[in-house]
């Protein structure tokens, strides 16, 4: 492979520091016509895995910058090859010119996530670990952080292995029954063969399961906020944001459209959809920003339904309720406005359907009672004091594991109903294909491919 370099730090916008990376054979000899450590022996000669002080220099050979560089001989490192990263100032223009001064050697541009790629080629990680890669930088929550680390040790990989490890127990030595007749090996059981398939469905079946949680660390969970014109949605909205992100006033029908930001909540992230105001109007803008809000309730995962606590004495006929009781998805009421209004000792929601997971008093304006919809949000989301990783956090994993169930389930049934040998292991194959498509030992290039064209140039 050739040598491949690039920023890894940004490189738009001044920082403190600046990195740039660089991997492939023959790397360490590139880098010692741009770096002069200090200690006046070449790069190249220096200790692995050890920072070394020296001078940047640029396509010229004039100095740009002193900072540190360190080198990582393959196969210990990152991408599986000789690999080195240069740590300077976070001076755009610094980084750009040792980059220049690196492409001048015999480096050439890195693609975006081609590091990792590398490292999935050279099998220092499979495609759970690489996608873990990109959850990482992209977590925005200590849960989401934690499990991603967690996958990128391997912890995801190791469930499949397992099942992985089952399947081919059962299928190689029926191969070898088959295939060597005259040799002293012992038949398989039906029975073995049933406790392998039975193990292999409960551990899929198990990672399954935490699609829905997976999806929440990775992608938030989708919260519409409802209720009448003038209840106090937007006020809720920037309270939990933190800033006046949607407009308030004492007009009713001032959100017309949708408002959307992302925020942290008990240490959920919500997607907060500010909706217009729930009522009959006349108004063709207005209609529209209520069937807006109609679909948003579709859509949600969690309902906040926002009261007014002076409307408590009419909630019986409140069209937002309704709407958040059919949804079918867990809701929240919030009787707002505590600021201005003193709230009664005890309300029952009234209505049939669904409860209120949920009851909470609030003023956006002093932040009494934000606490508590926080720990409510928590107790409806919760997200575990240490994610280990076994969590499916993406379309593509959820596919793949649930192709291998089917096929593992059919293998069973297969069983059960005295089919020949032949027929349980063309669904036991089926499933091992899904999994390694899963991991990466048998994934099409264009699914490889589109795993890392989410990455970022020098990842």
Known sequence: MDIIAAIATGGTAPTAIGIVRMSGPGCFSLCDTVFRPANGRPFSDQPPRTMVYGQMLDAQGRVIDRGLAVRFPGPHSYT????????????????????????????????????????????????????????????????????????????????????????????????????????????????????????????????????RRGRVLKSGVRTAIIGRPNAGKSSLLNALAGYERAIVTDIPGTTRDTVEES??????????????????????????????????VAEADLVLVVVDISAIPTLEHDETLRLARASGKPFVVVFSKLDLYKPPAHVTVPGTGGEPAGAVYLSAVTGEGLQVLEDTVAGLFPQGSAPDGSILTNQRQEDAARRALDAVERAREALASGFTPDAILTDAEEALDALGELTGRTAREEIVSGIFSRFCVGK
């Open 80 to 211: 599986g090859e000789d690999g080195a990263e240069f740590h300077c100032h976070g001076s755009p223009v610094v980084l750009q010119e040792l980059l220049h001064a690196l492409f001048a050697a015999g480096a050439r541009q890195a693609g975006p996530g081609e590091f990792t790629r590398r490292a999935f080629l050279s099998g220092q990680m499979d495609l759970t670990e690489a996608e873990a890669v990109v959850d990482l930088i992209d977590a925005r929550t200590a849960a989401a952080a934690r499990n991603a680390a967690a996958q990128l040790s391997g912890s995801l990989r190791r469930d499949f292995q397992t099942v992985t490890d089952a399947l081919l127990d059962v299928t190689t030595r029926f191969y070898a029954v088959v295939d060597y007749p005259d040799e002293d090996i012992p038949d398989i059981h039906p029975e073995e063969v049933e406790a392998a398939l039975t193990t292999s469905a409960q551990t899929l079946e198990r990672l399954l399961t935490t699609c």
């Open 263 to 296: 925020v942290l909540c008990g240490g959920v992230e919500l997607r907060l959809i500010d909706t217009a105001g729930i009522r009959e109007t006349d108004d063709t803008v207005e209609q529209l920003g209520v069937e807006r809000s109609r679909r948003a």
